[in-house]
């Protein structure tokens, strides 16, 4: 955990000393193996901590017998990541204490244990400077960080920390009180306490309950049993055991708990432990990877009865067929705490108890339902928190219920019911003044932080300047306009959003008083690309003329954009693929969130980019080459067709600028909440230093056919080496094709139309063949692949 942290620090440019024990026995330069060692492992992890590989260069390592003095001395920040023990994490804030400069801060990632108790083993001048920073698991990937201050904590220490977690390494910020657990593991553990009894009482299985526990409640697809797995079931037990010893069941005390009884490690976790199924550490828990009778993988569940593993098994809960069809989720919690059988009775006997546990923490371990809420949405994944789930059952109807099962509601939930009736929700107001209800103050408005703009408080604010089903203009202050993609699931480009990219500079210089635009939304990810339902129907209907005036049309929209009289700032993130990268291509400039993952995957699907993509990876290569005394634009056009004939996905920003789709003076932000302000700032900018936009007739130097062989050839040694099929050859000679400048006999110049007439011709000559529309219709069918 600590190496990550660090690897997430340096992923935001922060120069980061890691330290850790000296190995028994170890001398010379064996005495940094443990932190040399933690390198070579996040190096090599699938989920990448380092958003960069060269961001390791940021990070010094060493131990803490040779080094912690001299890091120390010359650190602002320091954060201590050791065993979950406070007498071990005492003893090393004391020498850190000693080392440190005045001003320096000093934080544990302490999971739990009281930043006071920490704090009181230090001098009294240094306490003001100690903080709780909880980073949640992966750091790089995880939203939320709890801050927590203790007893002593400056205010202002605090606040800096909070800022700097914010704004630079683009967390979610909750500040939590100085008690067990904090927030996010508090109510997480809460939780497990609660279903654990519920599944063994009622003889459910671990597929059931990780499919009640899931998506049908908001939740992330590793549930309960499945995340148990990720993190550790001896860690899950090691929690339990923490809480028990740190709360009381004594309702006169100031630590008391409800769920104390419980807070005993059940029989199936103890049983898991002592069998050294640990989860995916051990290569079992509840779930482990198995071979199948013919050779295939396959993944098994453990019967809670046996304890023995066998093939998992699908639930089938008719009861919940009408709500799990419900795409809305709140209106699917609220239909499915309602539903019938024992799927019904699971969700409530686990629910219910649940809003009212987190009710009853309020003002205990924070002080309002809002940050046990972000606790839970950003640290485990819910997309409502409990408060809103509350809401949407109802929050009148969750009291009675309570009620009826013998359970006291929670005091604030009462005077929430009593102070607004039948229809009491924790949050009201509208998208442009959100509220919260606290008790004792009642709805409480929520503010939108300093550099954040929220789409759909200012569409509340201020009506759609132009509008459709699948996207819309929003006036988002300054003079500055926002094209917001609204298409359901992946924001693929349908017939409104293209409606809306080809009128939205129209209709805002017909509007008049804008001066830029940004395209972004704030939905999980930025955009899918192309409508495929729509290309595969052309191709097996033969309407190839009408498959390629669709083509056409993209491409003029979108050179529209990049040469209109307005500049254009696209602001993507997350999965931003095919044509979503073409948007983001023709754009004046990018503001990209550091979690956007760009490729141009269109060979996946057995076609290639035709929008534009290719045209401006020549264009941008032939700009580049001529920045240089030795002008050649061969080694990106050659990057380009890497990137676009392996499809590759760009694992962040910081490698997409590596493939080529962010230029150098592109910009990332690390907090997506901050992504579609920070790209205003940009858009703005460039209107003030006078916008004038690009020749829509440059001249673009393409390498032509004798360094295109090249390119070829290599297509031809891939198939020759077994490591692509005769189809991907094709797909990548069309690519190479285009990238030439097609392949004329001599390097050449061209303008932009010479590469989109290129482009058009060889997408529609491709989905003309019957091995790309098996891939298009394999792709809609499964969402995967297939290499035929």
């Not at 709890?146 to 500040?175: C, N, Q």
């Not at 754009?587 to 290639?608: C, F, H, K, P, R």
Request: aromatic letters at 6%.
């Amino acid at each position: 955990m600590g190496a990550q942290i660090a690897a997430h620090l340096a992923n935001a440019g922060i120069h980061t000393f890691l330290l850790d024990i000296v190995p028994r026995g170890a001398s010379g330069g064996q005495r940094n193996a443990l932190a040399a060692g933690a390198m070579k492992v996040m190096a090599k992890a699938k989920v990448a901590p380092f958003m960069d590989p060269a961001f390791a260069s940021r990070i010094t390592i060493g131990n803490f017998d040779d080094d912690l003095e001299r890091a120390v001395a010359t650190s602002d920040l320091v954060i201590e990541a050791v065993v979950e023990r406070l007498d071990i994490k005492a003893a090393l804030f004391q020498r850190v204490a000693a080392a440190a400069p005045g001003t320096a801060i000093l934080a544990s990632n302490t999971s739990g244990l009281s930043l006071t108790a920490i704090a009181d083993a230090l001098p009294e001048e240094v306490r003001p400077r100690v903080v709780g920073m909880h980073f949640f698991n992966p750091p790089r990937y995880m939203h939320l960080l709890e801050v927590v201050p203790g007893r002593d904590t400056a205010p202002e220490i605090r606040d800096m920390v909070a800022s700097f977690s914010d704004r630079v390494l683009g967390k979610g910020v909750v500040i939590c009180r100085d008690t067990p657990n904090f927030i996010g593991n508090r109510i997480g553990t809460g939780e497990m306490l609660l279903t654990f009894p519920a599944t063994i009482d009622s003889g459910f299985t671990v597929e059931e309950v990780d499919l009640l526990n899931g998506p049908l409640m908001g939740r992330p697809r590793t549930a309960s049993f499945r995340l148990a797995d990720m993190v550790g079931i001896d860690i899950l037990g090691h929690v339990i055991r923490n809480l028990a010893e740190a709360l009381s069941a004594d309702p006169a005390a100031a630590n008391y708990d409800e769920l104390h009884a419980q807070m005993v490690v059940p029989a199936m976790i103890a049983k898991m432990i002592e069998a050294g199924r640990l989860g995916d550490k051990t290569g079992g828990g509840f779930y482990r990877k198995a071979t199948g009778p013919k050779g295939e993988r396959v993944i098994e569940a453990i019967d809670l009865q046996t304890f023995e593993y066998r093939p998992q098994v699908a639930p089938v809960f008719p009861e919940l067929a009408e709500a799990a069809g419900i795409r809305d989720t709140a209106a699917r919690v609220h239909a499915a705490l309602r539903a019938g059988g024992r799927a019904g009775d699971f969700l409530r006997k686990v629910y219910l108890p649940l809003f009212n546990y987190a009710a009853r923490r309020l003002g205990e371990i924070c002080d309002d339902p809002k940050q046990i809420d972000d606790a839970m949405r950003w640290g485990y994944g819910w997309e409502l928190g409990p408060f809103a789930l509350w809401d949407a059952a109802g929050v009148a109807w969750g009291i009675e219920q309570l009620e009826a099962m013998g359970i006291e509601p929670a005091p604030a939930a009462r005077a929430l019911v009593e102070a607004d009736g039948p229809q009491a929700r924790w949050f009201g107001g509208r998208p442009s003044a959100p509220t919260v209800f606290v008790a004792g103050q009642g709805h409480q408005p929520i503010p939108t932080p300093s550099g954040m703009i929220i789409l759909d408080a200012a569409a509340d604010a201020h009506p759609p300047i132009h509008s459709n089903k699948t996207a819309r203009l929003l006036d988002i202050g300054d003079g500055i306009a926002c094209l917001e993609f609204r298409s359901p699931k992946l924001n693929i480009l349908d017939d409104g959003v293209l409606a809306m990219l080809r009128e939205a500079v129209p209709k805002l210089m017909q509007v008049g008083g804008f001066r830029g635009l940004v395209i972004g939304d704030q939905t999980p990810n930025f955009c899918a690309g192309a409508d495929l339902k729509q290309i595969l129907r052309w191709a097996q209907e033969g309407d190839f003329d009408a498959l390629g005036q669709a083509v056409s049309d993209l491409q003029d929209t979108l050179m529209d954009l990049r040469h209109g009289p307005l500049p254009v700032v696209a602001a993507p993130h997350g999965r931003t693929l095919g044509g979503g990268v073409e948007v983001c291509l023709h754009a004046s400039a990018i503001q990209a969130d550091a979690e956007t993952y760009m490729g141009l995957v269109e060979a996946g699907v057995g076609l290639l980019p035709a929008g534009g993509g290719l045209k401006e990876l020549v264009r941008r290569a032939s700009a580049w080459a001529l920045q240089v005394p030795d002008p050649d634009p061969y080694p990106a056009v050659r990057r380009a067709f890497e990137a676009v004939g392996g499809a590759k996905v760009a694992t962040s920003a910081f490698e997409a600028r590596s493939f080529g789709f962010l230029a150098a003076s592109d910009r990332i932000t690390f907090h997506r909440s901050r992504v579609i302000a920070d790209a205003k700032k940009i858009a703005i900018s460039l209107a003030e230093a006078g916008w004038v936009p690009p020749d829509r007739n440059e001249a673009i130097h393409v390498i032509g056919g004798p360094r295109g062989s090249s390119l070829m050839l290599g297509a031809q040694l891939f198939e020759w080496g077994g490591y692509i099929s005769a189809h991907d050859k094709l797909i990548g000679q069309k690519i190479a094709h285009v990238l030439s400048g097609g392949m004329t006999l001599t390097p050449t110049v061209l303008r932009a139309q010479d590469l989109l007439d290129l482009e058009r011709e060889a997408f529609v000559s491709l989905a003309g063949t019957e091995k790309t529309q098996a891939r298009i219709e394999h792709m809609l069918k499964t969402h995967k692949p297939l290499r035929n």
